[in-house]
């Protein structure tokens, strides 16, 4: 029969797990070079390769959705916007019936879009892979993931900010559901 850890050893794994997340979030994808993303340097700040990933999949968006997701001051916002306007890969149109500005990306936007989601993307599969050969335990894994997420979710349900980075599509794909969407809806009925 296990013995269950001690206090101080639960304590222990808890800071343990916060620096592997850590260095996981820091390290597992590098984010690449200039030459990555060919005739535009724009892509080499992480907040316009979040930006193009969130408007991949939630166009079109607002300047303040964008703005409170990526977590930039307003002007910080429209700096971006106006770098990523320029450089051909987003376009702002007049929201219908008010005076808002909305987000959407262009043809050249969405190919960036997706080959930074492509990029980013087999990187960390191909670590969960290596790391989870077993089929069983990557489920496992996943679920707990699904968990740790529910919770990051939780504490910020603003599914922006949460899925700001995601490949949206496939979260939804084979039926799997989105933990921070699900605590966001949790989150708003509470809140009703």
Known sequence: MASRATAKERA?????????????????????????????GLLASRTAREALTLLAWAQ????????????????????????????GLVRRQGRAGTRQTELVLTRAGRR????????TGDVIAGA?????????????????LDRLATVAATEAPDVYRICRVCDVSACLAGGLACPSADACRAAADAGT
Request: proline share 6%; net charge negative.
């Open 12 to 40: 222990s794994s808890v800071r343990h797990g916060a620096n592997v997340l850590r260095a996981i979030a820091a390290n597992l994808v590098d984010p690449g070079s200039d030459s990555a993303h060919p005739g535009s």
């Open 60 to 87: 079109p968006v607002t300047m303040g959705t964008l703005s409170g997701s990526l977590r930039l001051s307003q002007s910080a916002c429209v700096r971006l916007v106006d770098r990523l306007e320029a450089g």
């Open 112 to 119: 960036s879009a997706d080959r930074v989601v492509g990029e």
């Open 128 to 144: 969960l892979e290596a790391a989870f050969p077993d089929p069983d335990d990557l489920s496992h894994f996943v679920a707990a």
